[in-house]
């Protein structure tokens, strides 16, 4: 797969980057430390006032307001990027289960039914190392539902009476 060079995004995505990275600066931190302060020492000199208490109320609102939304956006691409970075890591492996691509995508059901695989392979796995096994080969996922399907397909044929 050859992967081109991308430009480097929307406005809005190179400003909501910036702005968490920015965000999360112990400086930004020491900032708002600072404007908290000023606010306060500044309390008696408006009489502690409702105007008073509306600034600081009004810009932390904004603030908080806006910052819900760049932050989310940054979040949302970061775990997307994961997400294919993964996705490729299970591609590139011979062997593994590619029907694990883009799993996030799946419905509630099947998503469900393959943790469940998954949580069988891990009792398995620790089943067999607190019996002194090992817990490194390759098992197959989801074997102990394939085997209840085949066994119920068979128990189905028999029961069917021959034509």
């Keep these: 797969m050859h992967v081109r060079a991308y430009r480097r995004g929307s406005r809005f995505t190179r400003f909501a980057k910036v702005t968490a ?3 999360g600066q112990p400086v930004t931190f020491c900032i708002a430390v600072a404007i908290i302060l000023v ?4 309390g008696p000199l408006f ?4 105007t008073w208490q509306l600034i600081i109320n009004t810009g932390t609102t904004i603030v908080t307001f806006l910052m819900v939304f760049l932050i989310q ?4 691409r970061d775990s997307q990027a994961i997400q ?3 996705d490729e890591l299970i591609r590139s492996i011979e062997g593994a289960h590619l029907g694990l691509l883009d799993l996030e995508e799946l419905d509630d059901d099947d998503f469900d039914r393959i943790c469940r695989d998954y949580r069988e392979l891990a009792r398995e796995a620790r089943k067999d190392l607190a019996a002194g096994k090992s817990d490194t080969d390759v098992r197959e996922v989801g074997s102990t539902r394939r085997q209840e399907l085949n066994e119920k397909r068979r128990r189905s044929r028999a029961a069917t009476p021959p034509r």
Excluded: E, I, P, R
Aim: proline share 0%; net charge neutral; charged share 10%.
């Design 47 to 50: 009489g502690f006032s409702d």
């Design 84 to 86: 294919v970075k993964l």
């Design 73 to 76: 956006n940054t979040q949302n």
């Design 39 to 42: 606010w306060a020492a500044t």
């Design 21 to 23: 990275h920015a965000a």
